[in-house]
């Protein structure tokens, strides 16, 4: 059930040349409906939201990701995720990682601070609001967060990519490597609520650890094939069951 986490596990960096170009600006608020499959119908569950959020120091902003879950939803399974990274603007290299999460009766606190001079990733975390945990992790190349991977393959440079390529990559996940193969698909035209027919790159995506998602042939991501690449749909199948991720207006 974990919606946000999905839909940052889906955009994830593709070691591609990069737009002098941003394609997304301080100020961008993006807003998603995550819904569930069950008893032969789809049921809209939470609600999903990105923002670009500038500070005191022009080379960096910050990206902001929450998932809520409605009202009419809360007694059967709580949610209530923030997640938060501080990126270089010019490079987007994650600074500083915060997730915190309220799952139905399951809450954690976790944060990385990376540490580039020494090689190192910094993560702190608790759960169930137990004393704090700390330990040093392998800073390896080319990893990310969940959330400033996101927003980097937003600047890359996706016409480069020819039908059935495919990269494997590296994401920082609760502590852990998990290695990512994505396949680009070509371009498709779909409907996008409040863009009307829009042509979007579709790309497949496969992880190895399938707690989070299931290796499925469905598992596919669109992307707006204009300079703003924006994520406007998701579907995946998940251990226990399928949720779609939809861009709204």
């Not at 190192?120 to 969940?146: H, P, R, W």
């Not at 393959?153 to 495919?166: F, S």
């Amino acid at each position: 059930m974990r919606f946000l986490l999905i839909l940052s596990a889906f955009i994830i960096l593709l070691p591609l040349t990069s737009s002098s170009q941003k394609s997304y600006q301080v100020g961008e608020k993006l807003r998603y409906v995550g819904s569930y499959y069950s008893s032969g119908a789809w049921s809209d569950i939470v609600e999903i939201r990105l923002e670009v959020h500038k500070t005191s120091k022009p080379e960096v902003v910050r990206l902001v990701g929450t998932a809520q879950t409605y009202v009419n939803w809360d007694d059967f399974f709580k949610i209530r995720d923030t997640y938060q990274t501080w990126i270089e603007t010019e490079s987007g290299k994650p600074l500083l990682f915060k997730r915190s999460i309220l799952e139905g009766k399951f809450s954690m606190n976790l944060k990385y601070a990376f540490k580039y001079k020494s090689k190192q990733i910094v993560s702190t975390v608790s759960k169930q609001k137990k004393a704090a945990t700390t330990k040093n992790l392998n800073l390896q190349s080319n990893i990310y967060d969940m959330l400033s991977a996101l927003y980097l393959i937003r600047n890359m440079n996706l016409k480069a990519l020819k039908p059935n390529d495919k990269k494997t990559l590296k994401l920082l996940i609760d502590e852990k490597y998990e290695f990512v193969t994505i396949t680009f698909m070509g371009t498709e035209q779909i409907k996008v609520d409040g863009m009307g027919i829009s042509n979007c790159y579709k790309m497949r995506m496969q992880l190895q650890n399938q707690s989070i998602i299931k290796n499925n042939p469905n598992n596919i991501f669109w992307l707006t094939a204009d300079q703003y690449k924006i994520p406007v749909f998701i579907k995946a199948e998940i251990p226990v069951g399928s949720i779609q991720i939809k861009y709204i207006k």
